[in-house]
């Protein structure tokens, strides 16, 4: 079973800042791990999939890194923008049961 | 475009009631799965199925059923719905073969299921 850790819980930061929210997951043995937003009270949007072959992936602002072995991936945000405020969750593919974390809550302070 | 759509937005039933949620995804996948999630505790998931007729337990299945008649189509069943029941419910999907992309989770908008 995989258990998934985000830490922080929260994080709140001006706008233009650059930040790095982090993934920690108890099974390396992954076939992928992606990254999603949760808008409050919506569903939740894929910002990125990293490929277990992979060491990161990149799309605008976003730049996810993954390193297996030590069960762990980072998202790193680029001058971040009151619009990136939301909860970030990271979940590794290939399982079935996984446990998650309850996440990162991103408030981007105009 | 991929697609999980989940038959409602919101829904308010009454103690007792049987509440029937319904999730359908036209990826043709194999996996898919129901989670529920409630502030400060996160996503838990309460069943999941990797075929037609097939399904397992996840972490919180007690008062829960479900039915997957149609690869497409994965319904959960609340039999006599609680007020603790009352949360956010997510329908997600997935396909373990094919291309690069395998594993990886669509899902749907959520249902706001309040039990009064």
């Known amino acids: 079973k995989q258990e998934v850790t985000q830490i922080p819980a929260a994080l709140s930061v001006p706008e233009g800042e650059n930040l790095v929210l982090n993934c920690s997951f108890t099974?390396?043995?992954?076939?992928?791990l992606q990254w999603f937003r949760q808008d409050p009270g919506k569903g939740l949007t894929s910002l990125l999939l990293?490929?277990?072959?992979?060491r990161e992936q990149t799309s605008g602002r976003l730049n996810a890194s993954l390193d297996k072995s030590s069960g762990r991936s980072t998202l790193y945000i680029a001058a971040s923008q009151p619009g990136d405020s939301a909860t970030y969750l990271c979940?590794?593919?290939?399982?079935?049961?996984?446990?998650f974390g309850t996440g990162t809550k991103l408030q981007v302070i105009p | 475009d991929v697609k999980v759509t989940q038959s409602s937005r919101y829904l308010v039933k009454r103690t007792g009631e049987k509440v029937f949620l319904e999730c359908v995804q036209d990826?043709?996948?194999?996996?898919m799965f129901w989670y529920r999630q409630d502030p400060g505790l996160g996503l838990r998931l309460i069943y999941f199925?990797?075929?037609?007729?097939?399904?397992e337990k996840g972490d919180i299945p007690e008062g829960y059923s479900v039915s997957r008649e149609k690869k497409e189509r994965f319904s959960l069943i609340l039999e006599s719905a609680s007020t603790n029941q009352t949360s956010m419910y997510l329908c997600?999907?997935?396909?373990?073969?094919?291309?690069?992309?395998?594993?990886?989770?669509?899902f749907g908008p959520g249902t706001r299921l309040t039990v009064t």
């Open positions: 997600a999907s997935s396909s373990p073969r094919g291309d690069r992309k395998s594993y990886e989770q669509y």
């Open positions: 099974d390396s043995a992954i076939y992928n």
């Open positions: 990293i490929q277990s072959s992979q």
């Open positions: 979940f590794p593919g290939g399982y079935q049961k996984v446990t």
């Open positions: 990826m043709d996948h194999e996996n």
């Open positions: 199925s990797y075929d037609v007729k097939m399904k």
